[in-house]
């Protein structure tokens, strides 16, 4: 049943995309200082 297979692929690049996307915003926050 390929369905199986690929809910269990998105289930686990979920966590991966958030980690992905958090880093992203904490390295943009890092490069363009909002402060100044």
Known sequence: ??????????INII?????VLSLQR???KGLIPIGK
Do not use: C, E, G
């Open 1 to 10: 049943q390929w369905w199986d297979i690929s809910v269990l692929a998105m």
């Open 15 to 19: 966590p991966v995309v958030i980690i």
């Open 26 to 28: 904490y390295f943009i």
